[in-house]
């Protein structure tokens, strides 16, 4: 068999991620099914004829011999490159006509070799080429001429130019594909073909139409990811949204441009606008990456476009890259020590870089460099943009370059190394405060403000690893000068950005410390040690793109001795955090002691100054004890004088009977009423009358203290949530204490008295409830 059809059933042992340029994805295997069926005995015969008379032919076979074996191998520049001088050679020797199946077999199998290197718009210019080549070949004759060949070559095109990203294009080529795979498969069943070679027809045929019809669903894939970003687009342009929902719709228009792109890898508008959606979500060191990797994508393409396809050089006046190998990224993607996420190019490697991406790109990838502290690549890929901008044997083959912002970087990139550096030198020498003015001063570079915010969590961060660190090293400073809580929010500041930054994790939990919030601290050491234990146990989840937050200070960087300290610490913070718990239930039980001390002494002191005031306002006080008083004092009584025995309430003689009343009496009047009884009550009227005046006459006494105490839950020395038992015991005890029976001081009686008032109030559910309802309206305290 021949070139085309070998090349038709080999299959490739070096297939590329969906993220390669060259790679055709899902669409790999189809791709191989694209070359001519059959046209190798066509290719044979056509050679064969005029061998006698070209002697490049030999040559030319050899060439598509070799073409085949490099690609068969995934070595797809140099086949690329050996199909090139093919072509040439059998255009020398072959007069150009527009039935040379040869030709067009060579130039559909150099565009399966140019889709694999990344170069689309070649891949999809040859095919255009191959269909010229099959303009004059019959419509009807054998099944390895006309139809079959051109039904594949136009998907082939298609796929080219949808991967290349223009989709209109793509759109048309698969219908023209299935249309000219449905004509075809018409001219197989009215074949006198054999059966062995209908089927096979019909098979390829079918698969066209498959392939097709999938590449029409990639082109409906990509339209509605492209519309889905334009209306996100057009939403934060017309609306004021919050910081928040401003990061939600970038997240969203991001995952839109990465959608389109796994369709049209090779479209640099789609690869610019994803740029410019990681530099919105700070994602400097994702920006990077990307923007190297499709460095390394293009470098595949270096010195393919020779001869016919020199026209088709993006960039015609690049010398071939030295420092950059297009392998860079796909070298042992299994491995976790180099994982494919965090590798970074040499300066040199950066230099060959920077040619070779868009305009659009080069001033976001100089500010990622510099934002993640890689400085002398920043500084290496300027001079080389600069000089090579500068020089007039190159000028105007990229396009207008304005070096506005070329210098506006060189200026921010000078001062971010001098500061930085400034600062860390304060910092080693002492000088803590400098040091963190320094750091601050640096955090405002990137900015639209002059001065800095001494509250970190409100600055407007550019992100990357410079400003992580720098916010850290704020906080060391601040630590040193003993201000924990604005380390902590320098902390936070820096974990806002990586949120794996273990040294950022590690500080602020010790300025937990210092600042005895020890449950923060716990927290915050906890997850220190998480971070370490899940990286040992499974380094590649670690290391994949989704997981590296931090990518400089990760946790499979911490040492055996850093971990062991952190752990050591822990436990010292655990033991803090419980002696100062039992330190603050002593303090609560001793605070509850003197409160305790402090109800019973007011108590005591009221009840001592209310009896006092009832002395001084004399026996006609209204209430029973005075009354009981009075009458051991001998001021009344049936007896009319004093009693020397308290005990006895009859003065030593028996009780008298009451006499009948008289018949004859008057209403309303006793039967021993005599002129002895009306003396006597006059007596004690007039008495009355002289103690209201004395009372009348003095000035009023001040309030006593007992009376300033409305609380009933004071009262009883309980809190306002204490339980229906807890009442009912206070309320025991107390009256145990104070009842007049067993306790004869002075105001004992009275404190009895509030007492069993406020057991009667509280004891019940429904007063009870009344009572605290009234307390929040502020009727009672």
Known sequence: MGVARTEETSTSTNRKDSFAMGSDGPYYKREKTFYGFDFARNETRAVSDSEDDEGNNDDAKRLRDESKSFYINGCYRESVLRYTEAIRLHRESHSISSGDAILAALYGNRAAALMMTGAYEGAADDCHRALQCTVAMPATGGLDS??????????????????????WEADKAFDSAIGS?????????????????????????????????LGLSDVKRYRDALDG??????DNANKSVSVAADRRNSVQLLMFINSALSVSPGSMELHERRVNALASLKRWAELGNHCERLAAEIVKTDGIFTDDLAPLNPFPDIKAATSLKPDFFERNPDNAADPVALRILSPKAVCDAVMRLPNGILPLYLRSLRLEERYTEAAKAGASIEMHVNNSKHRGTRGIVPLAWLSNERDKLRRTMSWKERGDTLFRNGDYERAATKYAACLTIDGDVSQYNQNALENDDAGGRLHAVLHCNRAACLMALKRYREAVKECTASLRIHTHYMKAILRRGRCFVMLRQFNEAVAEYERYIRFVDEARSSPQNVNSANNAACTFDRPIDITDAEYLKAKQELADVKKSMIAAAANAQKQTQKQAEQQQNWY??????AAASNAARRRQEGPGRDNANARKQQWYDGQGGAAGGANQRRWDGFGGTAPKKTAAKKKDAPAGTSASAGPSANRASQNRKQQQQQQQQQQQQQPPAPPSNLDNVHCHYTVLGITQTASSAEIKKAYHKMALKYHPDKNSEEGAADIFRRVKMAYEILGNDQTRISYDAERRRGGRR
């Not at 970003?229 to 057009?234: E, F, G, N, V």
């Open 146 to 167: 006309g139809p079959v060949f051109r039904s594949k070559i136009s998907c082939r095109m298609a796929r080219a130019l949808l991967k290349a990203g223009n989709v």
């Open 229 to 234: 970003a334009t209306k996100i687009k057009a």
């Open 181 to 213: 795979a449905k004509e075809a498969l018409q001219l197989v069943a009215q074949s006198n073909a054999g059966a062995e070679e209908t089927r096979a027809a019909e098979k390829i045929l079918n698969q066209s139409i498959t392939d097709a019809t």
């Open 600 to 605: 019973n002494n007011n108590f005591r002191k």
